[in-house]
């Protein structure tokens, strides 16, 4: 194994999380045709209660060992290093045992929860057995998020970013050869197809745990280093608070994330009934705007995630040296690839919305209408991602508090008022959901940069800058995609033609937006003039 920089961490981090998710899009067009709409339905509610006692079990452990681990190592403190690793995984074993218990005794209070007393839709008994199913994800997948967080802190990000290959490969397998023995072979029920399906997060988890435990194991004289003429004085007590310290913030950031979700959902179920529409087609809305739009907006949300992965270490490396510049300076740079590697395929997933969807799940009388909008919300979520886990390197936690927070509540607060207002206006009333959305992002924009410009000092020229540069290379591509539609539709109904359309539309969109970030050298201020020349050699050969 080798150590990555910055920007490697950054391109192979984001590689294995786009074809993660890839993947993940994949498969749900055959697995969609299995279960159908109302089987949708019920792996969306399962999922979104998962998530929610995921990250109660992991507790912020996983990035907090991320930090401690790239800290002490830059301080050659190897021994607390250990320490804290040891510390961190008795801390899960303990919680992730607890959040298995609760979620699976009280599965059906939690079902209540979401769908209330809606009639004609799924039943609390399908709902709760296919949560009891995941739940059995909280017994493996936190110490495989530990033991990540620990080769992170190193500055390893290549094992962790092939284990996540490795769990996606495995959890579809049995998602896909699962569901369609229990529902086509056997001729059983919809719900146990998606309990099925949802218990392959645990078999996929399980064997990413044991490939990084392997590479540990492997290369542990890299880890175990030791300085005999350094005294450590570091107590187990030091290390419990540093890592609370580091992982409550994470908790309240994750666990407002996660209840929000829920607590969209349910009104996003709830308001749709009262407007008017079926429960069948309330769960529909709903089910498509927190989980199967979202699984194909992961591709833009990559790029934030590789990125948080590959920063996090680089940026507590910088604080611990108290180099304020280089931490402003990463900030900067993170940013600006954001915006320059995702603006782009917002904009092209938005055009060609109703074609993507048709792909992925089939004709749809909501999907695509969503996905429209959806693409935008996911854009300004890349971008948060990439502030929160900043704020969380510099230890900036009250701003974390403060600014998810508020965005949340504005979010949910905003939530049923803009649906009705966008009901009375003749329009889809869950546009109001996906308005909301953008509104509480642009809160937690507002107070996370203007408090970060107060405390540290930290300039934005860079990022206006790209976002300038970034305006022209982007309406280009929407012109040329514009023009095309005049001669070639983009409004199909069959999965073949949609997959043509989307390959065409993507190729011609893509290479124009590529060729004007480089020729206007976009590309090489933003990603580095090395890595650009290195891509086009190999791409000559």
């Not at 590689?15 to 993940?24: N, R, T």
């Not at 009901?423 to 509480?440: R, S």
């Not at 999965?495 to 020729?519: E, V």
Request: with cysteine; net charge positive.
């Amino acid at each position: 194994m080798k150590k990555n920089s910055f920007v490697e961490g950054t391109f192979i981090a984001t590689f294995a999380i786009i074809l993660v998710k890839i993947l993940g899009v994949l498969y749900v067009i055959p697995f969609y045709k299995i279960i159908g709409e109302d089987g949708g339905s019920l792996y969306s509610y399962a999922y979104n209660v998962y998530s929610l006692f995921l990250n109660i079990s992991t507790a912020g452990i996983p990035i907090a060992i991320s930090k401690i681990i790239s800290e002490y190592n830059t301080l050659e403190m190897y021994e607390a290093k250990e320490k804290s690793y040891k510390i961190g995984r008795n801390f899960i074993l303990i919680i992730s045992v607890i959040a298995f218990f609760l979620l699976f005794v009280f599965a059906e209070e939690f079902a209540s929860l979401i769908i209330g007393e809606i009639q004609g839709g799924n039943t609390l008994k399908d709902v709760g057995f296919v949560i009891r199913c995941v739940s059995f994800c909280l017994l493996i997948v936190p110490f495989l998020s530990v033991s990540k967080g620990y080769l992170q802190g190193h500055e390893y990000i290549t094992p962790s970013s092939v284990s996540q290959v490795i769990e996606q490969i495995i959890r579809i397998a049995v998602i896909l050869m699962g569901s369609y023995t229990v529902v086509e072979v056997l001729g059983k029920s919809v719900s146990l197809g998606v309990g099925i399906a949802v218990f392959g997060a645990f078999v996929g988890g399980l064997a990413a745990f044991l490939y990084i435990k392997y590479k540990i194991y492997k290369n542990k004289d890299k880890f175990k280093k030791e300085d005999k003429n350094k005294k450590e004085t570091v107590t187990n007590k030091e290390i419990i608070k540093k890592i609370a310290t580091y992982a409550i913030p994470l908790i309240i950031v994750s666990i407002a994330t996660n209840i929000y979700d829920l607590t969209d959902m349910a009104l996003v179920v709830r308001t749709s009934y009262k407007l008017g529409f079926t429960a069948s087609e309330s769960e529909t809305i709903a089910s498509i705007i927190s989980t199967w739009s979202p699984k194909i907006c992961m591709i833009i949300n990559a790029v934030a995630m590789g990125m948080s992965t590959s920063l996090i270490p680089h940026m507590v490396s910088s604080f611990a040296k108290k180099d304020m510049v280089s931490s402003n300076r990463k900030f900067n740079q993170a940013i600006n690839i954001i915006i320059v590697c995702t603006l782009p395929l917002a904009i092209g997933l938005s055009f060609l919305s109703n074609s993507v969807y048709t792909l992925f799940y089939g004709a749809s009388n909501y999907g695509g209408i969503i996905l429209r909008y959806t693409a935008f919300a996911s854009f300004f979520a890349s971008i948060y991602i990439v502030i929160s886990m900043s704020l969380q390197s510099l230890n900036k936690f009250k701003i974390v508090y403060m600014s998810t927070i508020l965005g949340f509540l504005t979010n949910a607060l905003l939530d049923m008022p803009l649906m009705y207002l966008f009901n009375k206006l003749g329009l889809h009333a869950f546009y109001g959901a996906i308005a909301a959305t953008i509104f509480g992002y642009a809160v937690s924009y507002t107070i996370s940069l203007s408090k970060l410009k107060k405390e540290l000092n930290f300039n934005y020229k860079e990022i206006i800058k790209t976002i300038k540069r970034a305006i022209i290379p982007s309406i280009t591509m929407l012109i040329i995609l514009f023009i095309l539609s005049i001669f070639i539709s983009t409004s199909v109904t069959s999965r073949l033609n949609a997959f043509l359309i989307c390959a065409l539309y993507g190729i011609i969109g893509g290479i124009t937006y590529l060729i004007i970030s480089y020729k206007t050298g976009l590309l090489k201020d933003v990603l580095g003039e090395h890595y650009i020349e290195k891509i086009i050699k190999k791409i000559k050969k």
